[in-house]
């Protein structure tokens, strides 16, 4: 049949699934604006304030879902606005495509309104992006973007599209989508064998679970492997959820802001086992003292980051699900050991903790969210001190469930993943951990979960400090707090209400559960705690820069 180039744009998306897109219209997407207006009975398009929402609710949805995420945007501005959310998901290995518009393919490299080169400026943070100049190649360029979206390590897909190819008409074919296909185990029998030996001959175990794992589905795996050999179970910020945050074996995560139970068993163990993580610079600070006396395992889908920032002995790259369920079947049953009971007495002898003295401390009131909620909501955060409090004192028992930008650690990140997400599960309760210098870059998209009706909840953690930057100015450059005070007066319950949805403000211990159970009865308005707490509140342990990961800063 004979479709515009816009029309066949959006059969390909129907093919693939897609019943949900975020974006913002203009001049160079008119076109497919005109075919999405057509078929919103078939796929809903979600107007967000700015495209960089659009990006992070495209990012939230794929993460919640695990689906692909998609955003569009004009070309020039709306498309160099989409940056910031191509590379979160790029560091973070999300799927998603984003779909930009473009000038005429005659206006090309002429400097012309809202012209910009997406392509050569997303290149570096896109698994793969086109420029779409000929109408006859547009429905084949789709289908591969997704296919190379979704296979494989995850990650998003750029198609820029001339605006005269989105007018243009030509034949257009449906196909049902391409199977991904399941990759093959990846490894060989021998390295098998070998992984298990090592494994059975090890006196202090530990395994790194990443966020990898929950992307493969890894997670009951990785949970058996555990379990049949007693290995104790850190989990970067990434791979929060991807091993139950209840399980006896878990310790916490790992790393600059980990727990001292696990930063010492790491330093203490003889074989490192990580399953689906990249050792980033926040997991092994200083290298050459990282797990000095332990034999490293990495097993990973990827082969470029096998033995990238650390010396690798044995790697194991393919099929992270298979491989693990191979080792499995062959590893010994391991009582409980000596090992094990020295990590249970580190747990009770270095528990995470904050002042005891009934003031109002993030500790406790991720704790109470956390009882209220039975441990089932969906957590997503901003970036800063509140992140890591969420990481430390609010338990994730299954993947998908924490959605914060560990990579690239983007401010303003959490509130669009939330829409996304509360999109994406509408019969989950999604609750963005945020810090009042986060909120303000993008809460703008108040208008957009109050349009939507969408019920999710804002916890500010307003110290009006940009916290995590006055914290490394308190600990390491003599209290000199250099523009980070932000403590402007804003009245978030007034902003609240202003877009429409609710505010609650809270100032004491004794005014938390009482908040949360309002916000939670919600059904169809967004509600924003903004819980007022000290801007001394500090986020400990905390590794300096430089020092081996077992050398923390503990208050």
Avoid at 264 to 284: H, K, M, Q, T
Avoid at 476 to 484: A, E, G, L, N, Q
């Amino acid at each position: 049949m004979k479709l515009a180039g816009s029309e066949i744009l959006i059969e390909c998306l129907k093919e693939q699934g897609v019943d949900t897109v975020f974006g913002f219209p203009g001049g160079a997407v008119l076109n497919i604006y005109d075919a999405l207006f057509k078929a919103k009975d078939h796929i809903k398009h979600i107007l967000t304030s700015h495209e960089q929402g659009a990006s992070h609710a495209a990012d939230g949805y794929a993460r919640a879902t695990g689906k692909v995420g998609v955003c569009i945007a004009t070309s020039g501005p709306g498309a160099t606005n989409l940056v910031t959310g191509i590379a979160t998901a790029y560091m973070d290995s999300v799927p998603m495509v984003a779909i930009t518009g473009q000038v005429p393919t005659a206006l090309l490299g002429k400097d012309s309104f809202q012209e910009v080169d997406i392509t050569g400026i997303t290149m570096p943070i896109t698994k793969h992006n086109y420029i779409v100049k000929d109408i006859n190649k547009l429905a084949e360029i789709v289908r591969e973007a997704f296919k190379i979206a979704r296979e494989g390590r995850p990650g998003p897909v750029l198609i820029d599209i001339c605006k005269d190819v989105t007018a243009a008409v030509a034949d257009y074919t449906p196909q049902k989508p391409e199977e991904i296909k399941e990759l093959p185990i990846g490894v060989s029998e021998s390295e098998i064998e070998e992984a298990v030996r090592v494994i059975n001959a090890a006196n202090k175990p530990v395994i790194l679970s990443g966020g990898g794992v929950s992307i493969a589905g890894a997670n009951e795996e990785v949970l058996e492997l555990a379990k049949k050999a007693k290995i104790p179970v850190t989990t970067t910020l990434m791979g929060m959820g991807s091993f139950p945050g209840t399980d006896s074996l878990f310790m916490g995560m790992i790393g600059m802001h980990g727990a001292k139970t696990t930063n010492l068993a790491v330093s203490e163990s003889d074989l490192f086992i990580a399953i689906g993580a990249r050792f980033s610079d926040r997991v092994i600070s200083n290298v050459k003292k990282f797990a000095p006396d332990a034999k490293i395992m990495h097993i990973d889908i990827d082969p470029a980051e096998i033995g990238k920032n650390l010396t690798v002995h044995y790697p194991l790259i393919g099929n992270i699900k298979k491989i693990v369920k191979e080792i499995n079947s062959k590893i010994n049953d391991i009582e409980y050991n000596e090992w094990n009971k020295k990590v249970d007495e580190w747990k009770i002898k270095y528990p995470l903790k904050f002042p005891v003295d009934g003031q109002l401390r993030p500790n406790y009131i991720l704790e109470r969210m956390y009882e209220l909620t039975e441990g089932k909501a969906i957590i997503t955060t901003e970036v800063g001190q509140h992140q890591m409090w969420a990481a430390q004192f609010y338990k994730y028992s299954s993947p998908r469930q924490f959605i914060s930008s560990g990579g690239l650690g983007t401010m303003g990140y959490g509130f669009g993943a939330c829409i996304g997400a509360q999109i994406g599960k509408p019969d989950k309760k999604v609750i963005n951990i945020a810090g009042d210098g986060s909120f303000r870059m993008n809460c703008n998209e108040l208008a957009t979960a109050v349009e939507y009706k969408l019920p999710l909840i804002i916890a500010i953690f307003n110290n009006h400090v940009l916290g995590m930057v006055r914290q490394w100015q308190s600990l390491f450059y003599d209290s000199r707090y250099s523009s980070t005070t932000i403590d402007r007066g804003t009245d978030f319950v007034a902003l609240a209400k202003a877009y429409g949805a609710i505010g609650i403000n809270v100032t004491k211990q004794e005014e938390v559960d009482e908040a949360i159970k309002k916000a939670l009865e919600s059904k169809d308005t967004p509600v924003i705690i903004n819980f007022e707490i000290d801007r001394d509140d500090k986020v400990f342990p905390i590794v300096p820069p430089g020092a081996a990961i077992n050398e923390l800063i503990e208050e």
